[in-house]
């Protein structure tokens, strides 16, 4: 029983986690990011 109570609980832990990720990542304006990759500048 222990085990399905440990597993629950990080279930729940790692739900919080993502809802809290999930809110900040939408805080910023996509123009102050980064772009995905940074190409070198061609001649």
């Known amino acids: 029983m ?3 109570k440990q597993f629950i609980e990080k279930v729940h832990d790692t739900q919080a986690k993502d809802e809290h990720n999930r809110r900040a ?3 910023s304006t996509p123009s102050s990011k980064l772009p995905g990759k940074q190409h070198a ?3």
């Open 41 to 43: 500048k061609n001649p």
């Open 2 to 4: 222990d085990d399905t």
């Open 25 to 27: 990542a939408g805080k």
